[in-house]
């Protein structure tokens, strides 16, 4: 199993200003996954990041928007710029390990 | 993915067996059958998997059709802390690079 922990669990931000999501795990991975899940709605994949590599972003989302770091093999962050209310959700962080996908605790985003 | 049909809602009452049914009709040989479950704004929780044969942890069993086009999710004796969404999802497992895609997903409620 994969133990992930993210940073932080929740804010609130205001509109127009810029949140980074720090996502660690236990393990080293070749691929960590960014989700968003908008409240009463399901789970929505941001991007995919390799290590060593510019992530991959699905369609509807943009690197200017969702900058995402992958500096080592435990390690990644996503950025939410220029925020605004329609931002507000949970940025889940996940993994594979072995024949499972494991996600993080989620981080909590409210913008006013 | 394979496209996976769970109902919307059920209930089960606290300490009898909660049977959730899913359909993959068009899940491939290769597919696995997932299961996860989401307590309210937490992170999505594996609960189990299997591709052929049946599966139990000590989570949950999962049961599936000798055709493969359905399964069923059975947590033996719900408790309240049972209480959450169930996703059903066709995925390939172990390639790393996969990620899975969540639908609606069952909410159960569990009552007392």
């Known amino acids: 199993s994969a133990v992930i922990s993210q940073k932080p669990s929740r804010d609130i931000c205001q509109r127009g200003t810029s949140l980074t999501i720090q996502c660690q795990v236990d393990s080293q991975v070749t691929m960590m996954f960014w989700y968003r899940q908008q409240p009463g709605q399901s789970l929505t994949l941001i991007a995919t990041a390799n290590q060593g590599s510019e992530a991959t972003y699905e369609s509807g989302f943009v690197i200017d928007k969702f900058p995402i770091s992958r500096p080592n093999l435990t390690f990644s962050t996503l950025t939410v710029s220029n925020m605004s209310p329609e931002d507000s959700s949970i940025y889940l962080c996940?993994?594979?390990?072995?024949?499972?996908?494991?996600f993080g605790p989620g981080t909590r985003l409210l913008v006013l | 993915d394979a496209k996976t049909t769970q109902p919307t809602s059920m209930d089960c009452a606290e300490g009898r067996a909660a049977n959730l049914p899913c359909n993959h009709s068009?899940?491939?040989?290769?597919?696995?059958v997932y299961w996860y479950r989401q307590i309210h704004s937490q992170g999505p929780q594996y609960i189990i998997h299997g591709l052929k044969n049946n599966e139990t942890n000590e989570m949950a069993s999962l049961i599936i059709t000798e055709d493969r086009k359905s399964s069923t999710l059975i947590l033996p004796h719900a408790t309240l802390r049972d209480t959450a969404v169930y996703y059903c999802?066709?995925?390939?497992?172990?390639?790393?690079?996969?990620?899975?895609?969540f639908g609606k997903g069952t909410k159960l409620s569990v009552i007392p």
């Open positions: 996940s993994v594979w390990t072995e024949e499972t996908q494991y």
């Open positions: 068009t899940i491939s040989g290769n597919e696995y």
């Open positions: 999802i066709g995925a390939y497992s172990g390639a790393g690079s996969y990620q899975l895609t």
